[in-house]
């Protein structure tokens, strides 16, 4: 089960901290993803981290603003979204699957199994 939160609203140019604890399996386990999904579109894949902690994956609108990162004694995976923009307006979900390999990270919305209940991310302009 994933439970994410942080979400808020915030200016353009505003930092936000999004957070995603983990329960059932050892969290070192899962490998973790963000994606987000703005009004009318599709979901997308924002960032992935591997169980380690040690190998992250982007996409490309969001390197260099945004940072995920993990605390396995702390069952937490978290996407630092800075330098904010409009365009990043969208319920972020956290996703979660196990039994890769430890620096695995995966992009595509089919390879996780479990999702968490999604954070709305608002920046205005």
């Known amino acids: 089960q994933l439970q994410a939160s942080g979400g808020g609203l915030v200016q353009a140019g505003d930092s936000l901290r999004l957070s995603c604890t983990a329960s059932g399996r050892t969290f070192s386990s899962y490998t973790m993803g963000w994606f987000r999904q703005a009004p009318g579109e599709e979901r997308q894949f924002v960032a992935s981290?591997?169980?380690?902690?040690?190998?992250?994956l982007y996409t490309d609108s969001v390197k260099g603003r945004f940072t995920i990162s993990r605390d396995n004694a702390k069952n937490t995976a978290y996407l630092q979204l800075s330098s904010l923009k409009s365009e990043d307006t969208a319920v972020y979900y956290c996703a979660a699957v196990f039994d890769y390999p430890r620096e695995a990270t995966l992009r595509r919305l089919g390879e996780y199994a479990f999702w968490g209940q999604g954070t709305l991310v608002t920046v205005s302009s």
């Open positions: 981290i591997s169980r380690t902690g040690r190998t992250t």
